[in-house]
């Protein structure tokens, strides 16, 4: 462990804003990571067959003329005589945050500069402030061990910070390879979501078309967890916020059983798909979880998701329990048609002529959608009337959907109530978890894939690969027996059509109906709802027995079963 | 560690609600708990100086003339053949859980558990269910080593639960009496809060008064703080609560920095004291913390904090900060004269008439009164004349403080801007931290804490002592040179009128200013509020280099300095 004092001064000479480590801050940065073995020893990056995409591929082809079919490549050990790669190949790289933070992307940034400097003597590595805007406005600083230190094995983004700037138009594609070309660079990482990666391809192929040197590779982000396919097996993040939020869950749960008079709603960040939900359900066991694919699949209305909730309330209730605990998704209203249908009149009636105070207006939505708006708590009305964005829409994202369901879910208990078939008490207790996990501390495993994925994108850049996204596999299996290598972003592709135009988008990776987390917790719910089941994954250790656990849904994805828990069926 | 499977074998024989654990709660239960050296030795209980109260003492003794000015005691190692506790005393002991979780109840319980297995041959532990009122209704379970295994370390307070019922009336004492009667009881432990250890006392008094056998011992819990004093350096639970929380404030923090767009106002739990909300920014520091002792004791209005927060948000903003984190003490309300002031004549006025809509009410209102309701968002209007308890009168608790101040702050804002003195962006989130740090796993610190006091109990009522509240010193060594003995309650107390009659009452700590923790947070918020000084805790560590810090507040009370940090001033 270095001494305290060696880390003001690195900072001081880091120049950077001034910060006071915690002793955990101060031990976590001087773990060193477990790395593959195939990055400890010689290797060839060898390409594997061609790749087509996910979706319409004539039309990939014709937007990725460049890339679209190529070959993912793998890492594979060979003989030191044997090894292609020029060991003094001194490479300039820049690197680039893009998107909302998740824990592991500076271990990203630390194993690319690892990299770079055991295996290419005299490279340079830049990394651009501010997201995608740094390299526009060629906003970068040099990275050397002092500066990226105190980073190691820490949460957030703000060893560079990020934004959420595309690189879109013809202009910003000029000012893109003016900075790469100013910089001389041979080399750019983007580490983003979906969007980034698809730009981070688009910014390959530009500079390919154009004969620039610079080449790109993309790295999976995302606590959503739904930029994941057969080669990427998830994104760098969502264990570690799982884990954060399983943690307080656990505890309120334990809160619930224990005081016996609250029913938590408690909504999870992760706007896209539900990974986070279901993920947070298998680790817990919650009475209730709504997973927003199921809602969409079955097409169920607000009523329903309503109904299901009351009913298992009202059950609780004769079982003798008035608490509970309750996940939501936090996109669950995208998810439900009908009120997409209403949001669309909505604006349809308030860009033309608007809301009268006596609510005449309301004859203009359809019948459904009259009926839904009835439903909806009145504050809520006032929300969807009069929260608008820039361009005049309903905001569906302001709305706290658990706060909503606590309002309806109460409103039809009352009426129960006054039929006589609910004689229970309802307190309920509304929480939102979302920017508790972005920074966290990354857990061991999000540590050691974020370190792997940066030494992988310097070895795909170091053997002059582009247009790939890291990938590293086998995750199941101790880390040093990870596989390590790129896909070809184009295979991860599909269009959607835009303004007229196919736009290239990679497909989200939505929680499936038919995949084994999903119905592995369908066959478990129906016992959490009534049995108090809760489970407690306490707080993230980074030493000890549970230090190494990979998150379930990771877990069971790849056919190995959930992590072990004792359980006891009565 | 024990197989699985014994574990869910012994949770059926205890025959209680199913459960499924987690590895670490599986990991937690068989770890073995340190003890203070006098405790794994042969001892002898020998009182010290006769005590006094914390005020009132004349009255105090009218209330307690058995037990007013009765010494201390203090556990002191003998040599076996000086021990004068009998060895062979089969004990009947009960034990209940009061008022709201701190973690280590369950430690607690053990540690009552595990002394009279091994000092007390044939003793008997029963603890009683959901809290006093299972006293006086006689619900109670006999605690075997099986029913107790899988609690040990655990959070919450699941295993007996808990109540808020206090027993006060003759008839309730009289029920309080046929319980320890027909259960033989020589001993009773009643772990909780100040008014659960007033209420311990004056069922000693009760019992003593009646010639009856059963001794009473008290255990100081709460996540406030606020049950301390010299011989109590601290209540357990507030160290892993203020630990939770920290870590997702420290989460948010890094979160702030690195998106760099919102203003986290982050409320916490704890209505009376402000201790939690101190800790947490002393582990913390974020840009801006509202203590509410300081509040109170400058006199200050709603609108002088506001003007506070806001200042400094422009300031931050000149220096190119459009982003910070706020804390606030759940109580601050509490704290504002002129808001208790409003409160009263809002009572008056609803009690009497109650309002109109077109606001003539407000006529009734003295002119501060009146200013500070129109300084009021609308929504917390509307919540001051519509939400009342009971009673009628008006719910402060319910005002969700962080929403107030962003509205508040948010409008002060808009003035600035429109003046041209400020020219930022401010997005405000709310948070509000309580349930998840209720019912955590109790850090190694308070699971030792816990065990210690259960021991204790444990002893003082092995050594026939009673009207004491367990206490465990030394705190600031390892747990072997841990002091153990317990503090008469008396001299906890002094005496408030209520109703016309005198009653007494244990002295709530608050936060002193002239206390260190206050001093050394006063000393360095300056600094914090322009520069991001931002330290992260991060999860609380059951192994490695930080599983056995001790929170800032304890240790700078002990005089020990804060614990390490690395810091850079610039």
């Not at 990203?108 to 990299?115: E, N, P």
């Not at 003798?320 to 949001?343: A, C, H, M, T």
């Not at 033309?352 to 019948?367: A, E, Q």
């Not at 369908?522 to 190494?548: H, V």
């Amino acid at each position: 462990m270095s001494n305290k004092s060696s880390i003001v001064k690195r900072d001081e000479a880091a120049g950077r804003v001034a910060s006071i480590y915690t002793e955990l801050q101060i031990s976590r940065m001087n773990v060193s990571l477990p790395l593959p073995s195939v990055l400890k020893n010689t290797f060839n990056v060898v390409d594997d067959a061609a790749s087509s995409a996910a979706g319409d591929p004539e039309e990939i082809k014709k937007l990725f003329p460049k890339f679209y079919g190529q070959p993912s490549a793998r890492l594979v050990e060979c003989d030191p005589m044997a090894c292609t790669l020029m060991e003094n190949k001194s490479l300039k790289i820049g690197v680039v945050l893009s998107g909302g933070q998740a824990p592991g992307g500076h271990n990203v940034i630390a194993g690319i500069f690892d990299y770079l400097q055991e295996r290419t003597k005299g490279s340079k590595l830049y990394g651009f402030r501010g997201g995608p805007a740094g390299i526009m406005k060629c906003k970068f600083v040099e990275l050397s061990s002092e500066f990226i230190y105190p980073y190691r094995n820490q949460g957030g983004f703000d060893m560079l910070c990020s934004g959420r700037d595309k690189i879109e138009t013809p202009e910003q594609f000029k000012q893109a390879e003016e900075t790469v070309k100013k910089l001389d660079l041979d080399g750019l990482v983007v580490i983003g979501g979906d969007d980034s990666n698809t730009n981070a391809c688009l910014l390959a192929e530009n500079f390919r078309s154009k004969d620039m040197k610079t080449r790109v590779i993309g790295c999976p982000k995302t606590i959503d967890g739904d930029l994941k396919c057969k080669d990427v097996p998830i994104s760098f993040g969502f264990d570690t916020a799982c884990k954060t939020f399983s943690e307080v869950i656990g505890n309120v749960m334990t809160d619930a059983r224990s005081s016996g008079k609250y029913y938590h709603f408690i909504r999870l960040m992760g706007r896209a798909a539900s990974h986070i939900t279901l993920e947070c359900a298998l680790q817990t066991h919650p009475n209730i979880a709504i997973i927003g694919e199921e809602i969409a699949a079955k097409k169920l209305t607000l009523k329903n998701v309503t109904d299901y909730i009351t009913d298992i309330i009202c059950k609780r209730s004769e079982a003798g329990y008035n608490f509970g605990v309750v996940l939501i998704s936090e996109g669950l209203i995208d998810f439900i048609p009908e009120v997409q249908q209403l949001i669309a009149e909505l604006n349809e009636i308030l860009a033309h002529g608007g809301v009268d105070r006596d609510g005449v207006w309301k004859k203009k939505l359809k019948s459904q959608s009259q009926e839904l708006f009835e439903l909806f708590p009145e504050e809520i009305q006032k929300q969807l009337l009069l929260e608008r964005d820039p361009h005049g829409n309903v905001q569906v994202a302001k709305i706290e959907t658990e706060r909503m369901l606590i309002q309806m879910v109460e409103a039809e208990l009352n009426k129960r109530k006054q039929k006589g078939t609910y004689k229970g008490q309802f307190t309920g207790q509304p929480h939102f978890f979302g920017y508790e996990g972005r920074c966290g501390f990354p857990t061991n495993f999000d540590a050691n894939y974020c370190y792997a994925l940066g030494f992988a994108s310097g070895a795909l850049l170091h053997a002059g690969k582009t247009g790939l996204i890291a990938s590293v596999g086998n995750l199941g299996e101790p880390v040093e027996e990870w596989t390590v290598g790129g896909t070809a972003l184009t295979s991860l592709m599909h269009v959607e059509r835009r303004h007229g135009k196919f736009k290239p988008v990679i497909k989200k990776a939505m929680v499936e109906l038919e995949g084994k987390p999903f119905k592995t917790f369908a066959s478990l719910r129906e016992d959490w709802t009534i049995k108090n089941l809760y489970a407690s994954p306490g707080p993230i250790q980074f030493s000890g027995p549970t230090a190494n656990d990979i998150n379930h849904t990771l877990m069971l994805e790849l056919g190995q079963g959930q992590p072990a828990q004792a359980k006891l069926n009565k």
